[in-house]
């Protein structure tokens, strides 16, 4: 039953977070299928500041480009939705809301400036529209915010977390612990981005295509990693690639330990994140290995079975201090 009601959870924040984007897409066809006999071919789609158009699409593949920007952003939200689970679920929703309100308003002004131009060079966006389509924003936003309800709230980490028991290693001995991580958002973002890509390069160019393509099986190829402690340190890297490696000498270890990161509150992100006094791979929320490097920061990487690797990390570190073998 728990994992029914879980699973139901999950599809109804999935269609949540996407639906905004369906409306804005809905509105955005019917827009464009009424007014597209006064169309120009092609469409001015690039204003200056002044209001003026200065690029322009052709009118044949305007509405793939246009839907392409609004569906790409309704997977990338559906993929951290999904993955992230209910944690900042209002903030999530309002961002997603508010965007697709502010794309959608945009597209449709676009079309109705160009239908009521009757010429490409004639058209032109006015700042009340950009004003518009900001006030559309905050409201979907809000929508968003109200829609989702509370989120769970994140799990208080300790200031000081005390430092992981170091292992019993015997003289001469050699250990090695290893473990992959990987981030659901990510690989499934990275999936449906190549996905969207594919599906778009017949219609609206392989240019736009390949960026997406590209840039999806990028997001998939770094979306798990591989994290190993052993006699040369603390060591992470891509789990489908040998490369690019990130390495922690034992050198630099002071101890460390093991307790739940948040990323956005700690790190400001997911992925390779730097702040001061602390750096790491972040993939996702929960378990990490925080080591306490000679510096004074902290490298921080989200992995399961943490108080593992931090007690032999340290163990390690502390032989290597002493000149053990």
Known sequence: ??????IAKERRRLLLVVLPYLLACAAFLTVFLARHDHLPDPLATHFSGAGRADGYTALGSFPYAALALLLVPAVLFGAVAYGFGSR???ALHALAYGLAGFLGCLLC?????????????DARLALWQLAVALAAAAAAGGLGWLLAGPGTPPARTPAEPPTAP???????????????VGSR???FGGLALALTGAALGPFAGWGLAAGLLAGGLLTA?????????DRHGLSVAPSWLPHPRLRIPLDRVETATSRPVDPLAELGGWGYRVVPGRSGIVL?????????LTNGSEFVVTVDDAATAAALLTALAARARTGGA
């Open 1 to 6: 039953m728990n994992v029914l009601l879980s």
């Open 185 to 187: 958002p990510l690989r």
């Open 109 to 121: 002004a676009l079309v109705l400036d160009n239908a009521r131009a009757g010429s490409a060079h």
């Open 166 to 180: 170091p292992l019993a290693l015997r003289a001469g001995e050699t250990v090695t612990w290893t473990r992959a």
């Open 88 to 90: 900042r679920a209002r």
């Open 284 to 292: 996702r929320s929960g378990e990490a290995v925080v080591a306490r």
């Open 221 to 229: 190829a770094f979306s798990g990693a591989r994290v190993t402690v």
